[in-house]
């Protein structure tokens, strides 16, 4: 069982690896450094900064598996569609890569965050007004890239809009979160919904795209969608397990962060269900003055009211109804990425 | 003469008036109150707060234009097209304004700037982080609702493409134009490249999408296009002058406050070659301190140095050509009246 897992966790590691170094080449072609150079430098400074490329690497391996193609046998600039054509499926995953890069940076301002992939935020690199302005440009940017990818105008029109929609969800996301700021007593339903919102939906228009540009059936686009809204959920609440039980260096910002931002989690909405004084888990008021004895001290406390448990088994259930959405896919190596995507999304260390 | 500006100011009055209220009527249509309230409120706000609407009557009467119908004959949400169906062009013009309050929402937090359309900016009203939220969602929306005219596909994907370049562009002159605030010699050409990427091109696109959506050749596209930059970057000009020129009152924010901002236009550049001590006409650095009779000398010397006639010229220049570009359109009454949008843009006491 466990070498299944390091065998499972392995091929995922190598599939995204090889993804990521495509989409990373990719990079230059399609969000090129221009004029006026402050403000490009600002935008690709994250995308440059690196990232795993989750997002992609989903999209990617969607469109190996429906068209049932040898993974890396077609070139995705000129990849093969459904109905004998070929498209640029690499610019649908980097559109959305964009648009991820886009939401960070903005997020990093609303929650004043100052390290993002091991990097000063681009506000702390570069001001604030720039770092709006970075958001900006990478947001139309997206748009721009997904309009380009040579598909039939129906499917190219169906995608843009898709699109869209994700954003506008990703926007009523993140406005449940700060809300949730203010709140204790969030039932964790309302809870998956914001992650839902916030994070997961992006993962769902990277696998429904695709398809939808390759030319699929509906019910293969929704199916698509779920699978990755549920992997993706999971995906959020194991970053938050991750926030607690990972040493700093590794995570690439402090661990425990979340505890001192008051962010509120799957874990500290089930602690404060059973009892827990979840405001006065850490003293500190600044994740610089967090210590590593008090983050220690504060998730013994989760751990015994059962809290990290409680998202870990949410996250695993999530995952298990996301590997079945896989079935309307032909059975091929591709489709065994995907799953095996999923499972990472909740094994990974960071 | 005079009676003759009289007539068209009249005309072109009218015609905003009677498209305003359309738009007016439809925002609960394309924008809806939806959850979470306070994000959706938000991102309304401003677009309820009003707003003269320029832009989408430009594009509405450019569809008439076009297609040789009497203003108003032909229902905006069931409009003819030269391929002879029917598509919604107001959908084409609410996704520009909707587009115009997302950029006014980020700029007003980037100048920090308190007063908009006579209330609080979104930021003051809500928050800097909602209000980066909601220009936010406004973006993705703009997009959504330019997906849902039901052109042909082909065409309502040149259509989003051009509203995606568009917006690149807009967050390109917007970064000029934050990097102007620290040079002082900027060549007058250099300053108005920067004004038509960051206004004159969104009435580029509120004039070339209803062509793009309507089946219009290239040549049609491109010569209205190239009407509403021209026009455009006029208007952007003519605010630079009603800014020293116009009650407070009736600008709806403090008279002068360009100069409290060291923000360089065309006039305070010409000075400047002129000799003019710029950063010495006002002694304010607020503009809530900035006293009328400080804003009266400084506009005496700037008048002296003949750099608000400067102005003016180069914004009539621009006028003349903008109208010539309209000969590619069909001779009637909505092409009169595009004409005299163009005239009024310079013309408006406001």
Redesign the interface.
């Known amino acids: 069982m466990a070498s299944d897992a390091n065998a499972s966790e392995e091929r995922v590691l190598a599939a995204v690896e090889e993804r990521r170094a495509i989409v990373n080449d990719a990079i230059d072609d399609y969000l090129p450094l221009?004029?006026?150079e402050?403000?490009w430098e600002a935008s690709r400074y994250l995308m440059l900064a690196g990232g795993k490329r989750l997002r992609p690497t989903v999209s990617l391996l969607a469109a190996e598996a429906l068209l049932d193609v040898e993974p890396l046998s077609e070139p995705y600039t000129d990849f093969p569609t459904l109905s004998g054509d070929r498209i640029d499926i690499l610019a649908a995953g980097m559109s959305i890569e964009v648009i991820q890069a886009f939401t960070l940076i903005?997020d990093d301002?609303?929650d004043d965050d100052a390290l993002r992939r091991g990097v000063p935020a681009v506000h702390v690199e570069y001001g604030t007004?720039?770092a709006?302005?970075a958001?900006?440009?990478l947001?139309?940017?997206a748009?721009?890239i997904l309009?380009?990818t040579g598909s039939?105008?129906?499917n190219?029109?169906r995608a843009?809009?898709r699109?869209?929609?994700?954003?506008?969800h990703i926007?009523?996301g993140?406005?449940?979160d700060?809300?949730f700021e203010g709140r204790t007593e969030v039932p964790p339903e309302e809870y998956l919904e914001m992650v839902e919102s916030k994070t997961a939906v992006l993962f769902g228009a990277a696998a429904a795209i695709p398809p939808i540009l390759l030319d699929a059936d509906d019910e293969v686009v929704d199916a698509l969608h779920q699978y990755a809204v549920e992997a993706g959920s999971a995906f959020q609440i194991q970053d938050d397990v991750l926030d607690l039980t990972v040493p700093s260096e590794k995570l690439g910002k402090q661990r425990g962060s979340d505890l001192v931002e008051d962010k509120e989690t799957l874990i500290t909405l089930h602690a404060r269900q059973q009892g827990v004084d979840v405001d006065g888990l850490v003293d500190a008021d600044d994740p610089e003055t967090l210590t590593d004895a008090e983050v220690e001290a504060a998730v013994a406390t989760l751990n015994e009211a059962g809290s990290i448990d409680y998202a870990r088994t949410t996250a695993r259930d999530l995952v298990a109804k996301s590997k079945s959405r896989l079935e309307v896919l032909p059975d091929n190596e591709a489709r065994g990425l995907l799953g095996d995507i999923a499972d990472y999304l909740i094994t990974r260390g960071y």
């Open positions: 221009a004029e006026p402050r403000l903005h301002i609303m007004d720039t709006i302005l958001g900006d440009t947001y139309s940017k748009f721009e309009t380009h039939h105008a129906e190219g029109l843009t809009r699109l869209a929609t994700t954003c506008t926007c009523e993140q406005a449940l700060v809300d």
